[in-house]
């Protein structure tokens, strides 16, 4: 008897979560985190908090704010050390759990991010998945923009990055993808762009910033990005339209990729050959024609591999020019040559190498028209 | 009374020695094979496994010999009383100390991931509490335990790891068989660690004894599950962060956990599940270690028996851990373990077993000798 009771009051000790415990409208729920570079070397952290009561569904259908959130910043030597800047702001506990996105100025990316993003990786309740975005007006003004959907802006590019059907001329990265990614000497990071519309009150979310190492290198169009995702399989949904003399203007839809990437090295320089398998689904001919025959789609086919030829060519170069490995062409270079893999020499023979690209283009469907 | 009168069955065998490796392996299995054998890490596993056989085996033949001993009863037979005392005291100190280094690990991991706000002393003890607590109910509570959580346990982790898949890279894996033939280039001794915990088999071969003849095929089942489990975790591990950036990662199987993605559900952080099931499976695992242990001093001072021995053990072992809690200091203590416990851990029972063979030392037959 005495043994259980000392049993029982042991297990006291057993409800350690109680120091933890934290009653959520204690909590000041960060959702989407602003970094810019300040004067003076300084780094600006600026803070998405929701305003709960704004939020909440009103039965009577009364309108809801537009703009349901607050704003807390704060400036620091490093992007931490604002956290008592920020918490002097709050009444409530700073809670960094629930981060859905992280917007970051172009200005602080061109200096580097290793240094600014760094409590991202190593704060435990940071997750991991939240989304990085590169903005070239500054982030702070970002995170207070009034969309015309009049939710929260963090959910609206989350909501944006979840839907496959968007994956055309940006894709996601997120903390832990990115700051593998700057660390990692066999692949660079990329960062997607977020610009915004104030006269249709909207996100435009277009291109992606890619890094040489973890500093920004250049900005790759849409049109550049979508090539870039074609040739490492990330499309799910490009849209293509090429002009022809035929047809007049052809657009696809739901055009994805199969790539396959072969390096070789002939003496001192490297050749990438692309072997990129794509198909789409003809959903427009300006010219309004149908009863396409085999041997239309078959030219219309030659015409949009060449396009994609020539295309994914100017990428590829555009990125050998910034110096920027978002295609982690040096992985591949490590794994088929582990004995020439040396990454002081790896940037160097990737500016350098030639480029081979070959498309083979499938028209697989033609949409409710013959 | 040392020895408790019951037995354990196939089943049992399975869980407990399944589980006992489990919860280890997954803190440690994929730092130290990364290290040594690079991009190649993963094939450490059927490497160290493999290299875990003679030992097991040996622990086998002591048992064939010695049906009703532990491994501490064989070595003060086959050793003598005074030499054999001596030497198992070391062994014993040496399994206490690798207990403590792993349960301060598990203790710091719990502090970081999930009860930051918590006093480490409050999470040591809890967490030394329950495992103090199962084992001082002896080895069919432990063992039934692990029998209980193992199925759900195993769905759970094998469920996440399909959900990591999309994020690995092949290329991140490349190219197999990339390492020099020699000690280092095969994994050098640390890769032997994630197998250790089935070395504490040695202390509960007189449980055994009625499932002799199922051992061998009960202990490749075991084995088959583990690589299994150990090879996605390397594989999931190396192929989404790379063999040079799991060095920078404490723990790299929770932070490959913590990137699954599940859209749309409310529940998005899958790592916390990857915690949960970790902290099952060090509990039964951190009870046994207690177990074998208190069981084993029990014998060599011949003293109370294991039950006491589990309750002064406790107090000692808390004291320990809260002044060994820095990572840093613990990680390079568990990376001295990992190098060189294989000669305590396999090694132990190979020299017993040659000198059994030698003196030709046999047991008693009658049971709780």
């Given at each position: 008897m005495v043994h259980k009771l000392w049993l029982f009051l042991a297990l006291i000790f057993c409800l350690s979560g109680c120091w933890d415990q934290e009653e959520v409208s204690k909590r000041a729920l960060v959702l989407a985190m602003g970094l810019d570079q300040a004067a003076e070397g300084k780094i600006k952290v600026s803070l998405q908090i929701p305003i709960v009561e704004e939020l909440l569904i009103v039965p009577s259908g009364a309108a809801v704010s537009a703009k349901p959130f607050a704003l807390v910043s704060a400036e620091g030597s490093s992007a931490f050390a604002t956290v008592p800047g920020l918490n002097a702001k709050t009444q409530t506990s700073l809670f960094f759990g629930q981060i859905q996105t992280v917007f970051i100025n172009t200005e602080l990316a061109r200096k580097g991010l290793t240094g600014p993003t760094d409590f991202l990786r190593r704060h435990p309740t940071v997750p991991p998945q939240a989304f990085l975005l590169l903005t070239e007006r500054p982030a702070h003004e970002m995170l207070e923009v009034r969309l015309i959907s009049k939710r929260i802006p963090s959910y609206s590019t989350v909501t944006f990055f979840h839907s496959n059907n968007k994956k055309d001329q940006v894709f996601p990265q997120r903390i832990w993808e990115f700051n593998r990614n700057i660390r990692s000497q066999t692949q660079d990071a990329f960062i997607p762009l977020i610009e915004y519309d104030t006269k249709e009150e909207t996100f435009i979310i277009k291109g992606l910033g890619v890094f040489d190492g973890d500093r920004l290198a250049g900005i790759l169009s849409g049109e550049e990005t979508r090539m870039v995702g074609l040739l490492t399989g990330k499309t799910r949904n490009a849209y293509l339209s090429i002009p022809t003399e035929r047809f007049g203007r052809i657009t696809f839809r739901k055009v994805t990729a199969a790539p396959r990437t072969k390096i070789e090295h002939n003496g001192h320089q490297l050749l990438f050959r692309f072997h990129v398998n794509a198909q789409g689904f003809l959903v427009e001919s300006t010219r309004g024609i149908t009863r396409f025959t085999p041997e239309d789609l078959e030219w219309i086919q030659t015409k949009t591999a060449l396009y994609l030829n020539r295309e994914i060519k100017k990428a590829v170069q555009r990125l050998q020019a910034l110096n920027s490995d978002i295609l982690a062409l040096g992985e591949k270079y490590r794994a088929h040559y582990p004995r020439k893999w040396d990454p002081a020499n790896w940037k160097l023979l990737y500016s350098e190498a030639k480029i081979e690209v070959s498309v083979k283009f499938t028209v697989t469907r033609s949409g409710t028209m013959l | 009374m040392n020895q408790e009168r019951t037995s354990i069955g196939p089943w049992l065998f399975w869980s407990l020695s399944t589980i006992t490796c489990f919860g280890f392996g997954y803190i440690n299995a994929n730092i130290y094979n990364a290290e040594t054998?690079?991009?190649?890490?993963?094939?450490a596993v059927p490497l160290a496994a493999l290299c875990s056989i003679p030992g097991l085996i040996a622990i086998y033949l002591l048992m064939k010999r010695?049906?009703?001993?532990n491994i501490i009863q064989q070595s003060i037979v086959i050793l003598g009383g005074f030499l054999g005392r001596l030497v198992s005291i070391i062994y014993l100190l040496f399994l206490l100390v690798f207990f403590i280094v792993y349960s301060t690990d598990v203790a710091i991991l719990i502090h970081n991931?999930?009860?930051?706000?918590?006093p480490f002393y409050i999470i040591c003890a809890a967490d030394l509490l329950i495992a103090a607590y199962l084992g001082s109910r002896g080895i069919e509570t432990v063992s039934r335990i692990a029998s209980f959580v193992i199925l759900p346990l195993a769905t759970v982790v094998f469920l996440l790891f399909i959900l990591i898949l999309p994020e690995v890279r092949v290329d991140r894996l490349l190219p197999i068989f990339n390492f020099q033939f020699n000690f280092e280039g095969v994994g050098g001794t640390s890769i032997l660690n994630i197998f250790y915990p089935m070395g504490l088999w040695a202390f509960i071969t007189p449980y055994c004894k009625n499932i002799q003849q199922k051992i061998p095929r009960m202990t490749m089942l075991a084995f088959s599950v583990l690589i299994s489990f150990f090879l996605l975790d390397n594989i999931g591990t190396i192929g989404i962060y790379g063999h040079t950036y799991i060095s920078q990662l404490p723990y790299p199987s929770i932070e490959t956990f913590r990137t699954v993605e599940i859209s749309y559900i409310f529940i998005e952080q899958a790592g916390l599940f990857g915690v949960i099931v970790l902290l099952a499976s060090t509990i039964i695992s951190s009870g046994f270690s207690l177990y074998a242990i208190s069981l084993g001093m029990s014998q060599v001072l011949g003293l109370w028996d294991y039950k006491r021995f589990v309750w002064i053990l406790t107090p000692l072992i808390f004291i320990t851990n809260i002044h060994l809690a820095h990572p840093g200091f613990i990680k390079s203590l568990s990376h001295l373990f990992a190098k060189h416990g294989w000669m305590v851990i396999w090694g132990y029972p190979i020299l017993l077993s040659i000198l059994a063979f030698i003196f030709k030392k046999k047991g008693k037959t009658t049971h709780g000798s």
């Open positions: - | 054998m690079g991009a190649n890490g993963y094939l010695f049906p009703n001993h991931y999930l009860l930051e706000s918590t």
